[in-house]
C-alpha cells in the first residue's frame, strides 16, 4: 500500500479539512478484488475510506454476522431467559 495522492477532503473523525494522504487498497476478504480509496487524516491519523460503496450486499450477506440479530432484540433472549428463570424458581 502505498500513497497515490494528497487530496482536501473532510475527517469524518475529527472534522479536520486539509490535505491527506489517499490511498489505493484491493478488496480481498471476499475474492472480489475491487479497488477502495482510503484516506489517512493528517490530524487525528485515522484511516477511513473515501467514498463508501453504494451498493454493500456483495460485502455483507445475509449470513454476516452483525445482521443475525436486530439491535432492539440483542437482549430480548437473555431477558426472557431471566425473567424465565426467575418465575421458575418459585
Known amino acids: 500500500m502505498s ?3 494528497q487530496k482536501n477532503q473532510v475527517c469524518r473523525i475529527c ?9 489505493t487498497v484491493r ?19 485515522c484511516l477511513q475510506i473515501s467514498e463508501f460503496p453504494t451498493d454493500m450486499t456483495s460485502y455483507y450477506q445475509q ?8 439491535p432492539e432484540n440483542l437482549y430480548l433472549n437473555s431477558f426472557v431467559s431471566w425473567a424465565r428463570r426467575k418465575r421458575d424458581s418459585r
Not at 30 to 44: I, M, P, S, T, W
Open 3 to 5: 500513497v497515490v495522492e
Open 15 to 23: 472534522d479536520f479539512l486539509g490535505d491527506h494522504p489517499f490511498y
Open 27 to 45: 478488496e480481498m476478504m471476499f475474492g472480489l478484488k475491487e479497488e477502495f480509496c482510503y484516506f489517512q487524516c493528517a490530524k487525528c491519523q
Open 63 to 70: 449470513d454476516y454476522y452483525s445482521l443475525s440479530q436486530s
